[in-house]
């Protein structure tokens, strides 16, 4: 399969995705609860870490979780089984292709997926005329511009800006954050409303420091570095120092700050 999704299926990333899931689980759900027999398709579920918080918060609701990944599906599937959740149901779909009726879902959930496409207003078009009217849909994306830590080196930021660099050569947009107000509005939907989600990390919350510096956003780094030394735009050196600078914002005297989009509008 070949598309742009620049983090890959390695099972580091998998465990990655399930670390951030798992961290962020507050940040991100709080006041996403769906009611009892409504219908939810979660789309772009990767390797299932939403999906388990997402089919846990709602129960009585029915989840349609896809992704264009059949080895993330099959993961996802995987874990759902592990965790005996029994209100999901999988589908193997690319978000511009989507092989489900107009008008047939009540809610629609996504989360870390319009990054990662070349045109996602085009793809929150296609999931819109899936959506009944009325209905909802909930984006959440991260901004990698809202990031700073301390301590702040150049290295570091230079590895971290490798991140940001190849998602947009590869004609993403990991800044997508700051502009998903104007996304959802572009398509029509009513009632946007997007508020910022901060995660501000220091040794106080150790689950924070070791769940999110750690293993979700170096992990999330270190998943480019081949790429950003075969392209010669740093050398295995210089990254080598900016990780081990990372690294330092997960010490005693660090701290770090990201900030992710919380967009949810009507039909
Ligand atoms: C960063 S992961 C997020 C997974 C999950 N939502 C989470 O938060 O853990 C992005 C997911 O979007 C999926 N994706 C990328 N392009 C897609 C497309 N065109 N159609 C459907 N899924 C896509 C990828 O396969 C990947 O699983």
């Avoid at 998602?167 to 954050?177: T, W």
Wanted: aromatic content about 8%.
């Amino acid at each position: 399969m070949k598309h742009s999704y620049v983090h890959g299926y390695s099972r580091k990333q998998l465990i990655r995705l399930q670390d951030q899931a798992g961290t962020l689980s507050e940040l991100l759900h709080e006041g996403t609860r769906y009611p009892g027999g409504s219908r939810v398709l979660e789309m772009g579920c990767g390797t299932g870490a939403q999906t388990v918080i997402l089919a846990r918060n709602s129960p009585g609701a029915r989840f349609v979780s896809a992704d264009i990944s059949r080895k993330s599906i099959q993961c996802a599937e995987k874990l759902i089984r592990e965790n005996r959740i029994t209100n999901v149901e999988f589908e193997q779909a690319d978000i511009s292709a989507l092989p489900f009726a107009d008008e047939s879902f009540d809610h629609i959930f996504v989360c870390f997926v319009l990054e990662h496409l070349r045109d996602p207003e085009r793809g929150l078009r296609a999931l819109i005329r899936v959506l009944k009217k009325g209905g909802s849909i909930t984006v959440i994306e991260g901004d990698h511009g809202s990031c700073f830590f301390h301590p702040e080196t150049e290295a570091a930021r230079r590895v971290w800006k490798c991140l940001v660099d190849i998602q947009s050569e590869l004609g993403c947009d990991s800044l997508i954050g700051r502009r998903l107000f104007p996304l959802l509005r572009g398509t029509k939907l009513k009632k946007v409303r997007v508020a910022p989600r901060m995660v501000y990390v220091d040794r106080t919350t150790p689950g924070w420091v070791t769940g999110f510096i750690k293993q979700t956003i170096i992990a999330m780094v270190q998943g480019v570095r081949a790429r950003a030394v075969a392209s010669g735009r740093i050398d295995a050196k210089a990254w080598q120092k900016g990780i081990r600078d990372l690294y330092k914002t997960a010490s005693p005297g660090g701290t770090f700050c990201y900030t992710f989009f919380k967009g949810i509008a009507r039909k």
